[in-house]
C-alpha cells in the first residue's frame, strides 16, 4: 500500500484517529480514520512511530491482561463430588449438590453475609416451643439407647426405653407393640 500523503513510497505506519464532537442537532458524534503514512511523511508530520516491537510487546500484555482475567474466573477447582465450577455457580444462582458448600466457602461466605447478614443459619423449625424442641431432643436420643440396647441384647434395658419412650409419644407406643394374642377367640 502506498502512503497516503506522498503517494510515493510504501506505507509502513498505520494511524487510527479517533474524533469526538457533537452534531448540529446536539448529539455526540464519533468519527475513525485510518491513514497509512510512509515513515518520512510521519516523521514530517510529527507522527511517531512506535517501533515493531514495542506494539508487539503491547499486544502480547494486552492478552496476557485478557487471559488472566478468564483463568482467575476459572482457576477455583470444581466440586468433587457433583463437578460444579464457581462459573456454573455464578451463572445458574444455585449450588449442584450439599458439599459445594464447604467447597466454595470462601466464596459463597461474603454472599450470604450481603444477602442474609449471616452466614451461618441459626433459626428454629417454625411454631415449635421449647418444651417441644426438648422433647424432640429426649426422644431421639432415647431412640439411639433403644437402639443400641437391643443390638447389645440388653433386653430389660430395652424394654425399659421403649415404655419411656412410650410415655413421651402417646401414639408412637401403641403402633409399634405386637398385637394382643390367647384372647380365646
Not at 511523511?41 to 515493531?52: F, W
Not at 502480547?60 to 483463568?71: N, V, Y
Not at 477447582?77 to 458439599?99: D, I, N, V, W, Y
Request: charged content about 25%; some cysteine; overall charge positive.
Amino acid at each position: 500500500m502506498l502512503c497516503e500523503h506522498c503517494t510515493k513510497n510504501q506505507a509502513s505506519v498505520r494511524i487510527t484517529e479517533i474524533a469526538q464532537g457533537m452534531s448540529p442537532e446536539g448529539q455526540k458524534t464519533q468519527s475513525v480514520s485510518l491513514k497509512h503514512l510512509c515513515a518520512k511523511c510521519a516523521q514530517q508530520l510529527d507522527i511517531e512511530a512506535l517501533p515493531p516491537t514495542v506494539s508487539k510487546n503491547v499486544a502480547h500484555i494486552m492478552s496476557m491482561l485478557e487471559q488472566a482475567g478468564r483463568k482467575r474466573v476459572s482457576s477455583e477447582p470444581p466440586c468433587p463430588r457433583c463437578g460444579m465450577t464457581l462459573a456454573e455457580f455464578r451463572s445458574k444462582g444455585r449450588l449442584g449438590c450439599a458439599h459445594d458448600y464447604e467447597h466454595f466457602a470462601r466464596q459463597i461466605e461474603p454472599l450470604l453475609r450481603r444477602m442474609h447478614n449471616a452466614s451461618t443459619h441459626v433459626g428454629r423449625l417454625p411454631g415449635l416451643d421449647e418444651a417441644e424442641l426438648q422433647r424432640r431432643a429426649r426422644s431421639s436420643e432415647l431412640r439411639a439407647q433403644l437402639e443400641a440396647a437391643v443390638r447389645d441384647e440388653a433386653y430389660e434395658t430395652a424394654a425399659r426405653l421403649r415404655d419411656e419412650l412410650a410415655r413421651m409419644e402417646p401414639g408412637a407406643g401403641q403402633a409399634s407393640s405386637p398385637p394382643a394374642t390367647g384372647s380365646g377367640a
